[in-house]
């Protein structure tokens, strides 16, 4: 009895994503071969607790190898931690009870000891995860850890790229999509590319801006955890007069004096106010590197019907966006240039798609509702076209 209640508390283990994972992707070779396994999991996840009891005292001398399958299923190189820990969460089980009712300890102590190793390990790759993570919580700040392996070998850290650093001194049409395809991970951003001239190293060319090909000086872009990397994320830090000297060799214009009360506009999230910055002329960017590009400003506006009853409208400035981005960025690869044509959604958007492309990456957060949600319902533009909702 006593066994009992400690065998349903440990069923508490085995968290419902495992048994769904389990159920869903059974493993293939022993999960389809072993009987014993099979009416074992279908005991254990029924709390069919005096069949399980019968079922292991029967196959007493097949339980440590039934046990051992598990386990070398569990840990095949580069399975997911939950489907590897739904595996050893019923080694685990099995092993409890073999313990018990078989007197044989010897495989609980391996599988609890392997148990709380993959535990610590994932707890230290979840670390390692998000201890860059206060540095993209700044809107518009990329960490570059892609080729992380060759990084480490070399010393350095990952690189902090920070669009909005770059976005005082260029508009994003610059780059976009000409140098970079404006979609994160697409680039294959590498030490290989820069030295070749190409991506990052189409400015940095020791001309326009520091070269990519000096070793002293790569530390100027792997900052990554360090005391320098402060002026990238902590407004409070920010080096205006540096800018302003790179925007002047630039041709841009970085007037940091008519900020209002010396800071930075913030929208009510915390993320900088570019139109605010815009509107109170207190940047200009440069909008190609060689000069002899003109902006192609596209001028209409579109009202896009909210689907909710309670939610206002958004009305869309194509001038706005045209004056940041060149037409061909967003069409017709992330919007069909037709009105109507594009059945949006907030939780595609969410993904990454359509206004996604921008928005919560580099550009103010979706959590800002009423940044966009503000034109009444009901209420007409002069000129403005209309997008019709279509479910």
Not at 275 to 303: C, H, T, V, W, Y
Request: proline share 4%; charged share 25%.
């Amino acid at each position: 009895m006593a066994y009992a209640m400690k065998f349903k508390r440990a069923r508490g283990v085995l968290a419902l994503s495992s048994l769904l994972l389990l159920l869903l992707f059974p493993e293939p070779s022993t999960a389809q071969k072993s009987s014993f396994r099979n009416e074992f999991i279908i005991n254990y996840t029924s709390n069919r607790f005096q069949l399980q009891v019968l079922l292991v005292q029967a196959n007493k001398d097949i339980i440590p190898g039934e046990i051992k399958a598990l386990v070398a299923e569990a840990m095949v190189e580069g399975k997911p931690f939950d489907e590897r820990m739904a595996l050893l969460d019923i080694a685990q089980a099995m092993a409890s009870m073999h313990s018990y009712w078989n007197h044989d300890p010897a495989p609980l102590v391996e599988v609890e000891m392997l148990v709380k190793m993959e535990v610590e390990k994932e707890r230290q790759r979840k670390a390692e995860r998000e201890k860059w993570n206060k540095y993209e919580r700044f809107v518009g700040n990329f960490i570059m850890k892609e080729h992380e392996a060759q990084m480490k070998a070399e010393g350095l850290t990952p690189v902090i790229y920070p669009h909005w650093v770059h976005r005082i001194w260029f508009e994003c049409k610059v780059c976009h999509d000409g140098i970079f395809k404006m979609r994160r991970g697409a680039n294959d951003i590498s030490q290989k590319h820069l030295m070749e001239g190409a991506q990052c190293a189409v400015c940095h060319d020791n001309e326009m801006a520091f070269g990519a090909d000096k070793k002293e000086d790569c530390q100027r872009c792997h900052l990554a955890g360090t005391a320098e990397a402060e002026s990238l994320y902590d407004l409070d830090n920010i080096d205006h007069k540096r800018l302003k000297e790179v925007a002047e060799g630039l041709g841009a214009r970085w007037s940091y004096e008519d900020l209002p009360g010396g800071k930075m506009p913030l929208d009510r999230f915390g993320n900088i106010d570019w139109l605010e910055l815009k509107k109170k002329n207190i940047f200009n960017p440069i909008i190609s590197l060689d000069g002899g590009a003109k902006d192609e400003i596209r001028d209409n506006q579109i009202i896009f019907e909210s689907s909710s009853p309670t939610l206002n409208d958004v009305l869309f400035s194509h001038k706005v966006h045209s004056s940041w981005v060149n037409c061909s960025t967003c069409h017709p690869n992330i919007f069909i240039d037709e009105l109507g044509g594009n059945d949006m959604k907030m939780s595609e958007m969410a993904q990454g798609e359509f206004c996604g492309h921008c928005h919560g990456r580099v550009s103010f957060s979706f959590a800002d509702c009423l940044r966009c949600h503000s034109q009444p319902k009901g209420q007409p533009v002069e000129g403005a076209l209309i997008h019709k909702l279509t479910h």
